[in-house]
């Protein structure tokens, strides 16, 4: 099957075969396509009806408020999956838009037909909802651990349980963020200068060293915080 080596990699198709898989590209109403860097994937507004999945590349959720502000929710990466929600919880638009940070490749899958049950009840069907329960079970971990981010009361507690959080994630103390400055500004909703004064006496304190993406958190110093 095309593609099928990337969708593979996914979470929500892992344990399907490529026999399956083909079986299943009519049912749900498969079909690929292409984005550049700095693309409109989705529109914040428009109609909700498919699930898009990243196969290639990389991609951004923001949302745009009524004052036009823009708000970074995530980036993804590869293998991750938009608009899921929107499915299980029948919404009839996209809250944000999806828009290609690199090059990419994207699936897009009729929700539709991913949330009702096929006429033959199919146990790969079956398997491949339960696998999306499981990606919206990770999103909703991922936006309580933001919310708990943004209730800290200042920007020294938002950065310093940013990184922490983020060396649990790598393992270790030595980590890459997946934002720069003005990126990860905007998802602590901070202003930038701020953050980068913030994180220059951060510095300084010896908590952390850091080279653009590139972070060390010092984790003795970070234990007498505690």
């Known amino acids: 099957m095309e593609n099928f080596s990337e969708i593979k990699k996914t979470k929500i198709f892992a344990e399907i075969s490529e026999n399956d898989m083909q079986a299943m590209a009519y049912c749900l109403k498969i079909k690929f396509k292409n984005y550049n860097k700095n693309t409109l994937i989705i529109e914040q507004g428009q109609p909700a009806e498919e699930v898009v999945i990243l196969l290639k590349g990389g991609a951004k959720v923001e949302n745009i408020d009524t004052f036009g502000d823009i708000s970074l929710i995530t980036k993804l990466k590869a293998g991750d999956v938009f608009g899921v929600e929107n499915s299980f919880l029948g919404e009839t638009q996209y809250k944000d838009n999806l828009v290609a940070t690199e090059n990419c490749l994207v699936m897009f899958l009729n929700r539709h037909r991913l949330i009702t049950p096929c006429e033959n009840k199919c146990k790969r069907h079956d398997l491949v909802v339960k696998n999306l329960m499981r990606v919206i079970v990770e999103r ?77 958190i010092n984790n003795k110093a970070f234990e007498k915080l505690q």
């Open 140 to 216: 909703n971990k991922a936006l309580m651990e933001k919310l708990k981010l943004l209730s800290k009361k200042n920007i020294r507690e938002k950065v310093l349980a940013y990184l922490h959080n983020q060396s649990i994630k790598a393992g270790s103390s030595y980590f890459d963020l997946p934002y720069n400055k003005t990126e990860l500004a905007n998802y602590l909703s901070v202003d930038r200068s701020a953050l980068s004064t913030t994180l220059s006496k951060l510095r300084e304190e010896g908590l952390i060293d850091f080279d653009k993406k590139h972070y060390h």
